[in-house]
């Protein structure tokens, strides 16, 4: 694996029921349970690790959370 970089930043670009935090170093969903997509602000490099973390759960909702790598940037308009 190559050598650890900075940490990743959320895009600004994200669903609309996200909301980002710490500079976008944490994302939370805030209503709702879809549109709740987030995207990396800088791509991976080849063999680059990357750490999903979980810090609370929501005891409303019930489901999975789902993970993929694309290398396009976020789409612009409309909303997500």
Not at 2 to 16: I, K, L, T, V, Y
Not at 29 to 49: I, K, N, Q, T, W
Not at 54 to 69: K, T, Y
């Amino acid at each position: 694996p190559a050598a650890p970089g900075p940490c990743q930043r959320f895009h600004g670009r994200c669903g609309q029921n996200v909301a980002l935090a710490a500079e976008g170093l944490g994302a939370a969903r805030v209503s709702g349970y879809c549109h709740g997509l987030v995207f990396s602000r800088s791509h991976l490099r080849p063999g680059e690790l990357f750490e999903v973390r979980i810090e609370a759960l929501d005891e409303r909702w019930a489901g999975s959370l789902r993970v993929g790598l694309t290398a396009l940037p976020p789409p612009g308009p409309p909303a997500l």
